[in-house]
């Protein structure tokens, strides 16, 4: 089975722990000692249903307040598809948590209150998705039992959504979905008090949405993370290098690239789990095996010389901010990580800020502080091997660490 990453966004008591408690439930993964907890923190707070958001919301903040505030990752199978959901805040002072639980996801499912409609948090959330390259996107227009499971409420948030998302290029795939994430309806099975909805449930969406073009099987990309010597009489002339693959696909006989020396050579072997395998494709771990002896390292990267990636020191890049303690400034010296490599890189300009709201440039202010958005330019002590984000998000995907803190400041995608 393949694996579905997705997120969940939308503002403050939208009911995303919920959607994912009730998707849960209904679907049969949770267990009787969960279920039962659940149930006596219900009680305790004087609830009047079970809070299924309290299978998401561990934290005792969390619980007190019935918010969320960290990212809380969840795992989930059904016969068709294997799930990984990172449920995130709705709070805007949390914008930083969203970007990290949607940096990795195929899917975001992002909430709105039928009663309030697309609002400031719903153009903030979709942003960001389209930001992250997030291609596939649900909107789940929740708590349709308060309007009485209205057609024309629905039809109107539709068409509201639409307008602001026309201007958003990244997301490709909208799919609309009216729910009642409190009672269940068209979560896991379709309800019959909506039967002028005439698509699928959300679990159904989710298990069947095709995400195989999302990978780049084209631009092969594999950051070295380890070379392999394992000194034994068994294996005594072994060199390999481990990693990820981040892209394309990886076959002994291809002929390859060694970034940043230049040089060529081939795949002698591709080892998975201590055997020889056929083929490497994302997001696979492996060990290759070369035919000639190159110097190679932690922080290099072999690709395929039909396409190569591009080595530079000036990135031109949109950051999101992570840091309460101190703002951005141009000349301010940092530690840029890529894929496996680490470099020493300085701010030497700030282009604009992004109102998320309304998509407006903000060039009057450049000072970034937590949770802003925009774009810089970067200049890095030695060339760093990178794609565009728009073309490969695992080479085109950067943070910025403090040297003196170590504090992860800000998450970068190259323009």
């Not at 849960?24 to 149930?39: I, P």
Request: aromatic share 8%; hydrophobic share 40%.
């Amino acid at each position: 089975m393949d694996l579905l990453r997705f997120t969940t966004a939308g503002s403050v008591d939208d009911g995303k722990s919920t959607l994912i408690g009730r998707l849960l439930y209904d679907s049969k993964n949770t267990f009787e000692d969960q279920m039962a907890a659940v149930e006596a923190s219900s009680k305790k707070r004087g609830d009047d249903n079970v809070n299924l958001a309290l299978l998401t919301d561990g934290l005792r903040a969390e619980r007190e307040q019935g918010i969320t505030i960290d990212v809380a990752y969840r795992y989930f199978a059904t016969p068709r598809r294997k799930f990984i959901i990172a449920d995130t805040p709705g709070h805007i002072q949390y914008t930083r948590n969203m970007v990290t639980g949607a940096s990795t996801a195929n899917l975001a499912i992002i909430l709105i209150d039928a009663r309030l409609g697309v609002i400031e948090q719903t153009c903030r959330h979709a942003f960001i998705a389209s930001l992250l390259r997030i291609q596939h996107v649900v909107i789940a227009i929740n708590k349709m039992d308060l309007v009485d499971y209205d057609e024309e409420t629905y039809d109107k948030i539709v068409e509201q959504f639409k307008q602001f998302s026309s201007r958003l290029r990244n997301i490709v795939d909208v799919t609309f979905i009216p729910i009642s994430a409190l009672h269940g309806d068209n979560v896991v099975d379709k309800s019959d008090k909506m039967s002028w909805y005439q698509g699928p449930s959300l679990l159904y969406h989710l298990e069947t949405v095709y995400i195989g073009s999302d990978h780049n099987h084209v631009d092969a990309r594999f950051p070295v993370q380890w070379v392999i010597r394992p000194h034994s009489n068994e294996h005594h002339d072994f060199r390999g290098y481990a990693g990820r693959v981040a892209s394309g696909v990886f076959k002994p006989g291809d002929e390859v690239v060694v970034q940043p020396s230049g040089f060529t050579t081939r795949i002698k072997a591709v080892y998975a789990d201590e055997k020889e395998i056929e083929e490497a494709f994302s997001p696979m771990s492996v060990a290759i095996r070369l035919e000639d002896e190159i110097d190679i390292s932690r922080g290099d990267l072999i690709a395929k010389p039909n396409n190569p990636p591009e080595a530079t020191q000036d990135i031109e890049a949109m950051i999101c901010w992570f840091s309460a303690d101190t703002p951005l400034t141009v000349r301010g010296k940092y530690v840029l990580r890529h894929t496996t490599n680490e470099v020493k890189a300085v701010i030497r300009d700030v282009k604009h800020k992004v109102n998320i709201n309304n998509l407006h440039k903000i060039e009057d202010d450049l000072t970034f502080e937590l949770n802003d958005i925009g774009r810089i330019s970067l200049r890095t002590s030695k060339p760093v091997i990178v794609d565009p984000y728009q073309n490969n998000r695992s080479t085109g995907s950067f943070i910025l660490v403090d040297e003196q803190t170590n504090q992860t400041v800000a998450a970068g995608m190259i323009i």
